[in-house]
C-alpha cells in the first residue's frame, strides 16, 4: 500500500483552502470573515482526511476521520453565515443566532467522537482496504442523518440567498453573484451525488475538493470583482442608488466598481470596465482625453484633482465634472481612489445663457455708448459693426442705407473679420435681393439659410452667393416709423441661428436706426451752426471796419483836429464815441465767439504775473466805479507766483468778471482776490450786488445768455462775455465759476495753474 500520493492529493484542498482562508482574513469586511473561516474549515478538514488516508492503522484513520468532522460540522453553518454577508443581510447574524447555529455543529461532533458508546452516527465502521490506502467502510445511523439534513439545509438556504442576491443585483454585480452561485453549486450536486451513491476509485470523500473549487471559484471573484474588498466603501445600494457616477479604483489603479450612473455619465458597458486598468480604458469613453490627464493626476500628489469636460452623447451635449479622490485606507496607507462623476450639463447650460445675455447687455450697451460718442453717420455704423463683430463672432456684418429713390439700397459699410471682397459703396435693388426689400416693408427680423428650398433660384440666394454667405439674419432700420436700411449679419458655413438672436438684432436694429437719426440731426445742427458762425464772423469783420472809423473819427473830432467844437456838441460826441466803443466790444466778443465755434482760436501760453493784469483792469475800470460810488478792494497775495496764462486773454476775462460785478451791484463793494491754492492761483471777484438764482448759475456760461432782468434790460450786452471767458480759461487749462445767492452778491473764480517758471527773475535768468 503506497498512500503517499493520496496523502498529497488530500493537501492539495488543504494548503488551498488555507491559502484562501488567509487572503479573506485581513480584509476585515462582513464577507470576508466568514469566507475565511469556511475555507478554514475545509482546511481544517482536509488536513485531517490527509492525516486519516496516512495512518496505516485502522485505529489512526477512525481517530483522523473523527478529528476531520471538527470542520465538516462547521461547513454549512459558515456558508449559510457567508451567503448572509454577501446578500447584506448580516444584521439577521446576531451572536446569539450564531450560537444558535453553531451549536449542532458542536452536538454533532460530540456524538462523532462517541460514536464508540452509542453508534448512532456509524452504527458500524469496518476498515476498508479496497484501495491503495487505509479508508472506511461505513454505515451511517440517523445522528449522521440528521447532521447531514442540517448541514445541507444551511448550505441550500446559503446557495437561495446566492441566487436571490444574483437576481436582485445591479448588472455590475451579477456577474459577481453568477459567480458565486456556481461555486456554491459545486459542493451542493457533488455532495447530493455522493450521498446518492457515487463511489469513486481513488477519492473515498471528495467533499474538501467541491468546497475547494467553490473557494477557488469565490477566489476569482473575489480577486476580479473584488468580492471581499469593495464594502464598506461602497456598499451596493447607497452605491447604486447615488446620483452621481462613482467608480472605485484600487491602488493599482483596476476599476473595482462603476455604478450605474457612471456608467450612463461615461457612455461605457458597465460590466465592462470592472476588473480593468481605469488609465487602458478611459479611452473606450468619449471623455477619454481629458480622464487621462485626471488619472495622471494623483501620480502627482494632488489630493483631490477635478476636471470638466464635455461630450457629444446620443441624447445631445453634455458636460461632466470629473474629480479623483484618493481612498486611505488606514493612516497612511492609500487604498485607492474614488473617482466621481457628476452631470453638469444643466449648470454649464445656465452658465452659458447667462454668458450669452451678459454678451447680449454689452453689445448692446456699447452700441448705444457708440451712438452717443461717433459726431458722423460714417464713424457711428462702422463702430457699431466693429462692436458685432467683436461680440459675436459673425463672419460679415453689412448696413445698406435705402436711398431717396427708395428702390436701392446702397451698402455703406461691410466689415469682416476676414479678408473679402469688399461690397462697400455698392447698390442693391429689389431685382438683386428681394427679400431684404420685403423685410424692410414688413419690418420683421428674419433669418436667411442658403440651404433653405424656398430661395432656390431666387435672387436672394445669388446675392447671399456673392457675399458669401450660408446663413444670416437681417433686421430691418428705421427711422420714425419709415424704412432706412437694413442690418445684415452672416456666417460663411452653415451655422444655426439662435431664436434669441432674432429679438437680439431687432433691438440692436432699433438701437441703430435711432443713433442715425441722432448722427443726421447732429450733423444737420453742426452744419447750420458752421454756417452761423461763418456769417457772424463776416457780418462782425464787416461792420469792424466801419465801426472803428466812426470811433476814430470821433476821437480825432474831440481832439480839434477839425477845428475847435461849440460846447454843444461835446457831450453828443462822447455819447457817439462811447457807444462806439460798446458796439465794438461787442462785435470784438461775436467775432471771438465764432472763431472758438469754429475752433479757429488760439491762444500761446507763457508765464503771466497776475497781479499786474489785475492792477491793470482795476485801474481802467475805476472811473466807472468811482462813477457808481462803490468801493474797490484789491486783496492780492504778496510773492504771487507767475500762472501759465495769455495776458491779453486774460486780462479780458478778468475785465468781463469786474465789469459784470460793476454792471450788478448798485450799492456796496467790490473785491478782487489772488490767492495760491495748492499749484494753483485762485483770482475771485466779489461784489455785493443782486446776486443768481441757483437754476440760472448752471445756463450762465452758455452763450448769449442773459438773466432777464432789469438791470440786463437797462444795460444791454450780448450775453457772451462769460461763455468767451470760460473757453479762454479752458484754453489756458484752468477752470472757472461761480458762487452766488439772490441778494447776497456773487463771487466769480477762476483758477490757473502756476507756469513751470514761476517768478520774473527765474525767466530773467533762463
Ligand atoms: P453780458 O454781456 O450780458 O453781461 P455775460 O455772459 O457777461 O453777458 O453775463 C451773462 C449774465 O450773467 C448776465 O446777463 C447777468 O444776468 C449774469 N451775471 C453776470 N455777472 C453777474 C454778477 N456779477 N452779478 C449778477 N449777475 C451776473
Not at 439577521?92 to 448512532?120: E, Y
Not at 426689400?437 to 431666387?458: H, K, Q, Y
Not at 495760491?676 to 483770482?683: F, L, P, Y
Request: negative net charge; aromatic residues 8%.
Amino acid at each position: 500500500m503506497n498512500a503517499l500520493p493520496y496523502v498529497i492529493l488530500f493537501l492539495i484542498p488543504a494548503a488551498t483552502s488555507a491559502a484562501l482562508a488567509a487572503y479573506g482574513w485581513p480584509r476585515r469586511t462582513s464577507e470576508s470573515r466568514p469566507f475565511s473561516l469556511l475555507m478554514g474549515a475545509v482546511a481544517l478538514w482536509s488536513i485531517c482526511h490527509a492525516l486519516s488516508v496516512a495512518s496505516p492503522t485502522f485505529e489512526g484513520t477512525l481517530f483522523w476521520a473523527q478529528v476531520q468532522y471538527a470542520g465538516i460540522v462547521l461547513v454549512g453553518p459558515l456558508w449559510l453565515l457567508f451567503a448572509l454577508a454577501y446578500a447584506n443581510r448580516w444584521e439577521l447574524a446576531t451572536r446569539t443566532r450564531q450560537i444558535v447555529l453553531l451549536a449542532p455543529s458542536a452536538l454533532a461532533f460530540v456524538a462523532v467522537l462517541t460514536n464508540s458508546w452509542h453508534r448512532l452516527w456509524w452504527p458500524s465502521v469496518l476498515p476498508d482496504t479496497s484501495r491503495d490506502f487505509m479508508s472506511l467502510a461505513v454505515t451511517r445511523g440517523p445522528l449522521f442523518w440528521l447532521h447531514a439534513t442540517y448541514s445541507y439545509g444551511c448550505v441550500l438556504f446559503g446557495m437561495g440567498l446566492f441566487v436571490y442576491t444574483m437576481i436582485e443585483s445591479r448588472l455590475i454585480y451579477r456577474n459577481q453573484a453568477r459567480l458565486v452561485v456556481l461555486g456554491g453549486l459545486f459542493p451542493l450536486v457533488g455532495n447530493i451525488a455522493l450521498l446518492m451513491g457515487l463511489r469513486l476509485r481513488y477519492i473515498d470523500d471528495p467533499t474538501p475538493f467541491l468546497f475547494v473549487g467553490s473557494g477557488l471559484v469565490m477566489f476569482y471573484a473575489a480577486r476580479h470583482y473584488h468580492l471581499l474588498d469593495l464594502a464598506p466603501v461602497a456598499q451596493r445600494e447607497i452605491f447604486e442608488g447615488m446620483p452621481d457616477g462613482v467608480v472605485v479604483l484600487d491602488r493599482r489603479g483596476v476599476v473595482a466598481a462603476v455604478n450605474t450612473a457612471a456608467a450612463r455619465l461615461l457612455a461605457i458597458e458597465p460590466g465592462a470596465w470592472v476588473g480593468q486598468a481605469a488609465r487602458n480604458l478611459a479611452n473606450s469613453s468619449p471623455l477619454a482625453g481629458a480622464l487621462g490627464n485626471l488619472l495622471e493626476a494623483p501620480a502627482a500628489g494632488a489630493p483631490t484633482a477635478t476636471i470638466t469636460a464635455t461630450y457629444t452623447g446620443h441624447d445631445g451635449q453634455r458636460v461632466v465634472e470629473a474629480r479623483l479622490r484618493p481612498l486611505a485606507a488606514g493612516q497612511r496607507e492609500r487604498a485607492g481612489a474614488m473617482l466621481l462623476l457628476r452631470d453638469v450639463t444643466e449648470q454649464a447650460r445656465l452658465a452659458q445663457q447667462l454668458d450669452r445675455r451678459l454678451g447680449e447687455l454689452t453689445l448692446l450697451n456699447e452700441i448705444a455708448r457708440a451712438a452717443n460718442a461717433a459726431a458722423q453717420t460714417g464713424d457711428l455704423l462702422r463702430t457699431i459693426t466693429g462692436e458685432i463683430i467683436r461680440a459675436m463672432a459673425w463672419d460679415r456684418v453689412v448696413i445698406g442705407i435705402l436711398q431717396p429713390d427708395d428702390s436701392t439700397l446702397r451698402i455703406v459699410v461691410d466689415e469682416s473679420p476676414h479678408e473679402i471682397e469688399q461690397s462697400e459703396g455698392n447698390d442693391v435693388s429689389a431685382a438683386d435681393f428681394g427679400l431684404i426689400f420685403e423685410i424692410m416693408r414688413t419690418g420683421e427680423t428674419c433669418v436667411l439659410n442658403a440651404a433653405d428650398p424656398a430661395l432656390s433660384g431666387t435672387t436672394t440666394l445669388a446675392t447671399m452667393r456673392r457675399l458669401d454667405l450660408q446663413t444670416g439674419l437681417v433686421a430691418p432700420l428705421y427711422q420714425r416709423g419709415a424704412a432706412l436700411g437694413v442690418l445684415l449679419v452672416g456666417h460663411t458655413a452653415a451655422q444655426a441661428i439662435a431664436p434669441e438672436d432674432l429679438r437680439l438684432y431687432e433691438t440692436v436694429g432699433k438701437l441703430i436706426g435711432d443713433a442715425i437719426t441722432r448722427a443726421r440731426l447732429y450733423e444737420a445742427a453742426n452744419e447750420a451752426s458752421a454756417l452761423k458762425s461763418a456769417f457772424l464772423a463776416t457780418i462782425s469783420h464787416e461792420l469792424r471796419t466801419p465801426l472803428t472809423s466812426i470811433i476814430g473819427y470821433a476821437d480825432m473830432l474831440e481832439g480839434g483836429i477839425f477845428g475847435q467844437l461849440p460846447e454843444a456838441a461835446i457831450e453828443p460826441l462822447d455819447h457817439v464815441r462811447r457807444s462806439g466803443q460798446a458796439l465794438l466790444r461787442m462785435i470784438n466778443d461775436i467775432l471771438d465767439f465764432s472763431k472758438m465755434e469754429a475752433g479757429h482760436f488760439n491762444v500761446d501760453l507763457y508765464p503771466v504775473d497776475l497781479a499786474t493784469v489785475i492792477r491793470g483792469v482795476a485801474g481802467a475800470l475805476l472811473p466807472q466805479i468811482r462813477q457808481r460810488e462803490l468801493g474797490l478792494a484789491l486783496d492780492l497775495a504778496p510773492d504771487l507766483p507767475l500762472v501759465q496764462a495769455n495776458s491779453t486773454r486774460l486780462e479780458q476775462v478778468v475785465t468781463n468778471l469786474l465789469a459784470n460785478a460793476i454792471k450788478f451791484t448798485d450799492a456796496g463793494s467790490i473785491s478782487v482776490r489772488a490767492e495760491v491754492h495748492g499749484d494753483r492761483v485762485r483770482i475771485s471777484v466779489e461784489d455785493t450786488g443782486i446776486g443768481i438764482a441757483p437754476e440760472e448759475v448752471r445756463q450762465l456760461f452758455q452763450p448769449f445768455h442773459q438773466i432777464d432782468n432789469q438791470i440786463t434790460r437797462r444795460y444791454g450786452g450780448s450775453g457772451l462775455g462769460l461763455a468767451i471767458s470760460r473757453r479762454l480759461i479752458d484754453l489756458m487749462h484752468g477752470t472757472i465759476g461761480v458762487e452766488s445767492a439772490p441778494g447776497a452778491g456773487s463771487t466769480f473764480y477762476c483758477e490757473l495753474r502756476v507756469a513751470a517758471h514761476s517768478s520774473l527773475m527765474e525767466i530773467a535768468v533762463s
